[in-house]
Nanobody, 122 residues
Framework: EVQLVESGGVLVQPGGSLRLSCAAS????????MGWLRQAPGKGLEWVSTISPLHRILGAYTYYADSVKGRFNISRDDAKNTVYLQLNSLETEDTAMYYC???????????RGQGTQVTVSS
């Protein structure tokens, strides 16, 4: 059974930074693309970022929504079965519940965790 547990969400001021973590279990983590979704209050689910499995020569490919490109950075640690999302230069529009997902890039249909709340406010 796929299990995804997110952590790291907090209240942060505009311009601030934080790192989200997602601990995965129940599948061979290194073999799968992992990503992050978010859902802002009153809005639909939005794809944020995806990281491919790690290629032994090329490394991992990363993909970002235009709204976060240049501000967010996704990474993975296959030894820890964990995927991270570094959020920088946060804006009030980044306020949302953030979900970790096991799914290809831009997909909203994969299994996801319970979410971690990020609130950007002064």
């Amino acid at each position: 059974e796929v299990q995804l547990v997110e952590s790291g969400g907090v209240l942060v001021q505009p311009g601030g930074s934080l790192r989200l973590s997602c601990a995965a279990s129940g599948f061979v983590f290194a073999d799968y693309a992992m990503g992050w979704l978010r859902q802002a209050p009153g809005k639909g689910l939005e794809w944020v970022s995806t990281i491919s499995p790690l290629h032994r020569i090329l490394g991992a490919y990363t993909y970002y929504a235009d709204s976060v490109k240049g501000r967010f950075n996704i990474s993975r640690d296959d030894a820890k079965n964990t995927v991270y999302l570094q959020l920088n230069s946060l804006e009030t529009e980044d306020t949302a519940m953030y979900y970790c997902t096991k799914s290809p890039a831009r997909s909203l249909n994969g299994p996801r965790g319970q979410g971690t709340q990020v609130t950007v406010s002064s």
